[in-house]
């Protein structure tokens, strides 16, 4: 009997598999998602627009119209061309795969988004983590001197970062595309939420890319996210795209959010403000010791120590679920990441948080 382990690598198998937490009949979050759904009217347009799909055909294998839609409403520049993957997750697998023959690494400040250093592994490329500072921040002199010593083929930076929500400096991001002999991915996943991006420079000739996703936005189901980089590396990249990787009903239905982008917009701007009353009511409260400022959806926060997990598991007992991103250990330990939600769930989640702290 031929089993995996007579086949695969012993560090893939000792990898623990993706895991997601139940979350039925809870108040959900922990997964970073925009917790409103369309408006009935726009709901019923949707499904209008669905029903003229066929599904018994491919699909667009370039998606052209979806990708001219992105283009046009994120202001993607001329120079730049464009690659949609299934998710973020696939585009970040497909430029590893790129360089998975060049004998440099994969880099990336830590903690940081796990698929980055997941996918390497997978691949057999070597990762380096650049641990953050105290707070969370960017090492800058940590990171240039490991962009002299192992010259990475990719450097991923998650802009703002999960899962702390930190929004790194942009002067010493710029500062780092410059010093990197290599790619520099920058992960905007969370755009929406943020103050500064550095799409307008995606396709110059510095080694920049931009990678970003409509999860975050409120397409979280529709798995979508895309690439902006030279005409020259997108070429490149798209020959280990696999075939008609953005399936038909994805597709029209990307082009219809983005066809009414003002309604996924309003949605941001609220979630920021309450992002906002969030920190504000977790920094005021007995028992949290520190609140990470945030730029993205959620915010990271520091209770107690040793209270990590129970205050968790507190929270979900009561029907609410967050991250547990203590579970990870270092400098984790003991923190936790709420996706910000509705005033009504932001309210149950503080309400419930309080009583968890004082127990």
């Given amino acids: 009997m031929i089993r995996p382990s007579d086949l695969m690598r012993p560090e893939v198998l000792a990898q623990p598999a993706y895991a997601v937490a139940e979350s039925a009949g809870m108040i959900k979050l922990d997964a970073m998602e925009n917790p409103y759904a369309w408006p009935g009217e726009l709901r019923m347009a949707w ?85 953050l500072t105290t707070d969370f921040d960017l090492d800058g002199p940590a990171l240039l001197r490991a962009l002299d010593e192992h010259r990475p083929a990719l450097v991923f930076l998650a802009y703002p970062n999960n899962p702390t929500g930190r929004l790194y400096d942009p002067g010493l991001v710029a500062e780092v595309v410059a010093a990197n002999p290599g790619l520099t991915v920058i992960d905007e996943a969370y755009a929406p939420f943020s103050s500064n991006s550095f799409l307008s420079q995606a396709g110059g000739a510095s080694g920049l890319m931009v990678m970003r996703t409509m999860s975050k936005l409120g397409l979280a189901g529709l798995r979508l996210g895309y690439l902006a980089a030279t ?75 040793g209270r990590g997990h129970p205050v968790f598991e507190f929270l979900r007992a009561s029907g609410i679920l967050i991250k547990d991103v203590g579970r990870a250990g270092g400098v984790l330990t003991d923190h936790l990441r709420v996706t910000v939600g509705t005033p009504e769930e932001n309210s149950a989640f503080l309400a419930a948080l309080t009583e968890a702290l004082r127990s």
């Avoid at 998710?87 to 796990?114: C, K, M, N």
């Avoid at 309604?263 to 969030?278: G, I, N, P």
């Fill in 231 to 305: 005409p020259e590396w997108i070429d490149a990249l798209d020959r280990l795209r696999l075939p008609y990787n953005i399936n038909a009903l994805t597709q029209r239905s990307v082009s219809f959010a983005l066809d009414h982008a003002a309604v996924l917009d309003e949605q941001a701007h609220t979630l920021r403000e309450q992002r906002a009353r969030v920190s504000a009511v977790l920094a005021s409260l007995p028992g949290v010791r520190r609140v990470i400022p945030s730029d993205a959806n959620f915010i990271l926060f520091e209770v107690a120590r």
């Fill in 47 to 131: 499904l209008e627009a669905l029903s003229g799909v066929e599904l018994n055909r491919y699909p667009d294998a370039g998606a052209r119209a979806v990708t001219a839609a992105i283009r046009a409403v994120h202001q993607v520049p001329e120079e730049a061309g464009c690659l949609l993957g299934n998710g973020s997750d696939e585009l970040i697998q497909i430029l590893i795969s790129a360089v998975q023959a060049s004998g440099r690494p994969v880099l990336s400040p830590i903690p940081t988004f796990v698929m980055y250093e997941v996918l390497a592994r997978a691949a057999g490329v070597p990762f380096v983590g650049v641990p």
